[in-house]
């Protein structure tokens, strides 16, 4: 079970740390993933990173921006996000998958999301 938190009401110009914790198995056994969906569009690509953390991916949207990381001895993955934009708006969510991939296709478990809110 994956569970996020850390969402919540910024300013443009503002950071967020969002956080996704792992019960009932072992989060480094899995790559780790971040996706968003905003009201009326598909859900996206945000972030993955690998069972290590050594290799991370970013949606070229949030690059520069946004930093995932893991913490394989408290069970958690990270998303710090920068520079927060309006367009940033959307509920987050945390998934496990196999591999390191932006395809959200190939992520077998899901957080129930956070709620990300930039105002400008």
């Known amino acids: 079970q994956l569970v996020e938190s850390g969402g919540g009401l910024v300013q443009a110009g503002g950071s967020l740390r969002l956080s996704c914790a792992a019960s009932?198995?072992?989060?480094?056994?899995?790559?780790g993933g971040w996706f968003r969906q905003a009201p009326g569009k598909e859900r996206e690509f945000v972030a993955t990173?690998?069972?290590?953390?050594?290799?991370?991916y970013y949606a070229d949207s949030v690059k520069g921006r946004f930093t995932i990381s893991r913490d394989n001895a408290k069970n958690t993955v990270y998303l710090q996000m920068n520079s927060l934009k309006p367009e940033d708006t959307a509920i987050y969510y945390c998934?496990?998958?196999?591999?390191?991939?932006?395809?959200?296709?190939?992520?077998?478990?899901w957080g129930q999301g956070t709620q990300v809110t930039v105002s400008s």
């Open positions: 009932g198995s072992h989060f480094g056994s899995h790559a």
């Open positions: 998934a496990a998958s196999s591999a390191a991939v932006a395809d959200a296709k190939f992520y077998y478990s």
């Open positions: 990173l690998t069972r290590s953390g050594v290799t991370t």
